[in-house]
């Protein structure tokens, strides 16, 4: 096999846009999803010609300290992490009693914040931002 080390020539029309930056080539491509439920889209400041700037706060699907904008005092933060106990730690608790482990092996849930509800609270405020639920899908 013989390499050159010229490149492919041009072909005109190929890669041509019509004069217009971001084009789709494939027409066949579907629009992107909507976002998820919970995504907050809050509007921000004006800009010149009175048009508005949207800004999206993510969502808290962790368990771990999230950087955000609290938007209940509008202050960039990270929020407080606290663990606390649920319907799911119950359910978990119920469950464990029912296949035997009664004599105190039931109550373990309640010794593993894994097993328990996660509340995001502003540090600078003490609001409550979100609280992720144990056993919630």
Not at 88 to 108: E, R, S
């Amino acid at each position: 096999m013989k390499m050159t080390s010229t490149p492919p020539p041009y072909k005109p029309g190929a890669y041509d846009t019509g004069g217009q930056f971001g084009t789709q080539f494939n027409s066949n491509i579907p629009p992107p999803p909507p976002p998820p439920p919970g995504f907050v889209a809050t509007a921000g400041p004006t800009v010149p010609g009175g048009h508005f700037v949207v800004t999206q706060q993510p969502l808290i699907k962790q368990k771990i300290p999230t950087s955000m904008v609290c938007p209940h005092c509008n202050t960039n933060i990270v929020t407080a992490c606290k663990a606390k106990v649920g319907v799911g730690t119950y359910v978990v608790c119920g469950i464990l009693a029912a296949v035997g482990c009664w004599l105190g092996c039931c109550l373990i849930p309640f010794c593993i914040d894994d097993c328990k509800d996660v509340v995001h609270d502003c540090p600078s405020c003490h609001r409550t931002l979100h609280v992720n639920k144990f056993l919630d899908g």
